[in-house]
């Protein structure tokens, strides 16, 4: 996105459909990737379901999966500090990025 078109777009952004949609898709995959966290390593009893490898792996693939799947509408970024970086750097509006940090 060029300069000159960055505060025209963050100016009409709110108000389009699409925009409201990849920010719906970046909080499924965010919900996702951190209920995948929370309950993998989660205990039943005296059995562990979840030891180190076992955690990475299911985190790997969650972030894969979330990955290519909202690649297309959100970015697929699931994480606060890229969306940050992103902002920063002008690959995003800032009113697009405070809006999927706050979601």
């Not at 060029?2 to 777009?9: S, T």
């Not at 459909?17 to 989660?42: G, S």
């Not at 990955?67 to 920063?88: C, K, Q, R």
Request: net charge neutral; hydrophobic share 45%; proline share 5%.
């Amino acid at each position: 996105m060029k300069r000159e078109d960055y505060f025209d777009v963050a100016r009409t952004e709110p108000f389009s459909p699409l925009f409201w949609r990849d920010v719906l898709a970046e909080f499924i995959a965010t919900c996702v990737l951190v209920t995948v966290q929370c309950f993998v390593p989660l205990r039943h009893g005296n059995q562990s379901y979840g030891g180190p490898v076992e955690v990475a792996l299911a985190v790997g693939f969650v972030v894969c999966a979330m990955g290519w799947t909202v690649d297309e509408f959100g970015g697929g970024h699931m994480n606060p500090a890229v969306t940050f970086s992103m902002a920063l750097c002008y690959r995003i509006t800032v009113v697009r990025g405070r809006c999927r940090e706050c979601v």
